[in-house]
T-cell receptor, first 116, second 120 residues
Framework: AQSVTQPDIHITVSEGASLELRCNYS??????LFWYVQSPGQGLQLLLK??????LVQGIKGFEAEFKRSQSSFNLRKPSVHWSDAAEYFC??????????????FGAGTRLAVHP | GAVVSQHPSWVICKSGTSVKIECRSL??????MFWYRQFPKQSLMLMAT?????????EQGVEKDKFLINHASLTLSTLTVTSAHPEDSSFYIC????????????????FGAGTRLSVL
């Protein structure tokens, strides 16, 4: 069955430090992979996506992620974290064709706190 | 491009009343819209999916008579929480997906800002 695992529920880093958020997936074919960010009380904003091609993808706000098929992972990275990056981060995989619809499966999320 | 507007952002209602939440795609035609529910500090739970002009498909365990979804046009979907009770209090988020637009990427869900529902 398809699934997404974000092993870290909560991560705290110092401002200026590097960041890596982990995401592992289980999927029967080549997946579409996404990272979304959610600020408190807000909807989700797409940070980056992987559909095919170069396995290192660049996103907005200085984030990047690397698709590693052998490890079934799609970890999110940022070289230097800013205080404004504090938010909830969701990894998602798709498409899940169910009932004729193209759905996404979301991980449980990782809450990032940034210390000044 | 790819802006999804959700309204209202916060609503408080009395128990037993109905509440309607709107989700609009502002600059593209959304062939499919999704409705999620999110409990505090948890991930998104998909409630239902709908195509324009079709009946919504509800996920297992979601009461279709409780959560009415209408997808009347390619830019508007509504979720009506009927006879709301305190246990329906939650954060509801919609997203839109397109298979039509030339410049808006397909296979991506674009999310609204969410609606916080508080039922007293």
């Amino acid at each position: 069955a398809q699934s997404v695992t974000q092993p870290d529920i909560h991560i705290t880093v110092s401002e200026g430090a590097s960041l890596e958020l982990r995401c592992n997936y289980s999927y029967g074919a080549t997946p579409y992979l996404f990272w979304y960010v959610q600020s408190p009380g807000q909807g989700l904003q797409l940070l980056l996506k992987y559909f095919s091609g170069d396995t290192l993808v660049q996103g907005i706000k200085g984030f990047e992620a690397e698709f590693k098929r052998s490890q079934s992972s799609f970890n999110l990275r940022k070289p230097s974290v800013h205080w404004s990056d504090a938010a909830e981060y969701f990894c998602a995989v798709g498409p899940l064709f169910s009932g004729g619809y193209n759905k996404l499966i979301f991980g449980a999320g990782t809450r990032l706190a940034v210390h000044p | 491009g790819a802006v999804v507007s959700q309204h209202p952002s916060w609503v408080i209602c009395k128990s037993g009343t109905s509440v309607k939440i709107e989700c609009r795609s502002l600059d593209f035609q959304a062939t499919t819209m999704f409705w999620y529910r999110q409990f505090p500090k948890q991930s998104l739970m998909l409630m239902a999916t709908s195509n324009e002009g079709s009946k919504a498909t509800y996920e297992q365990g979601v009461e279709k008579d409780k959560f009415l979804i209408n997808h009347a046009s390619l830019t508007l979907s509504t979720l009506t929480v009927t006879s709301a009770h305190p246990e329906d209090s939650s954060f509801y988020i919609c997203s839109a997906h397109t298979a039509l637009h030339l410049t808006v990427a397909k296979n991506i869900q674009y999310f609204g800002a969410g609606t916080r529902l508080s039922v007293l």
